[in-house]
């Protein structure tokens, strides 16, 4: 990248999205390990389910190489995130399967006799 380019990315730009342009893999670096710090810097209590949530996040966005798609599809899942918060808030709950009925199966008495 020439010089007068970099220099004005560096004045129009944060210090992390410089480094995002300049040095991609360096920046990917630092965001796990900011995210790994808001992890493990939270209550014990809700860790897994953070773990769990930044798992989702990565593979769903790791379809995604275009950065306007990419980001689209953030901005998708946050308000996804949202509504559903919004939603539990008011009590509406959208587990569609509730109550659905479902036969159950009794295990053979095959099992019992080993």
Known sequence: MEESNLKSIKDNLEPVEVLSVINPEEFKREKRKAIDRVIDNANPRYQAKLLGVQFKIDKTLAKYRN?????????ELFW??????ENTLNGKFLNNNVGTSAEIIPFSQKINKL
């Open 80 to 85: 996804d995130g949202v509504s559903t918060f």
């Open 67 to 75: 950065p306007i798609v990419r980001m689209n599809k953030m901005v």
